[in-house]
């Protein structure tokens, strides 16, 4: 039973980090072009819609972007460098 729960901890970790690794490059792609399109995403990353759709609601609590036409954009108005 020890060995499971270490195998089930180590799997976590693994889901966990290559998730905060996805939502670095998605937010990077932000960054890079203001615009990306879950569909896109999924497939780059080899993911579910659902999957990219949660990401994404993760970083839209940290930065400004909405959804439109099938894109999600960043609001770079609400941006200040200072």
Do not use: C
Request: net charge neutral; no cysteine; charged share 25%.
């Amino acid at each position: 039973m020890m060995k499971q729960t270490a195998v089930n901890l180590h799997m976590l970790r693994i889901v966990e980090a290559n998730r905060i690794e996805r939502v670095l490059l998605i937010h990077k792609e932000f960054i890079e072009s203001g615009q990306v399109r879950t569909a896109d995403l999924a497939e780059r990353f080899n993911v579910s819609s659902v999957t990219i759709q949660k990401d994404l609601r993760a970083i839209q609590r940290v930065i400004p972007i909405y959804y439109d036409n099938y894109h999600w954009i960043l609001d770079d108005s609400t941006i200040s460098l200072y």
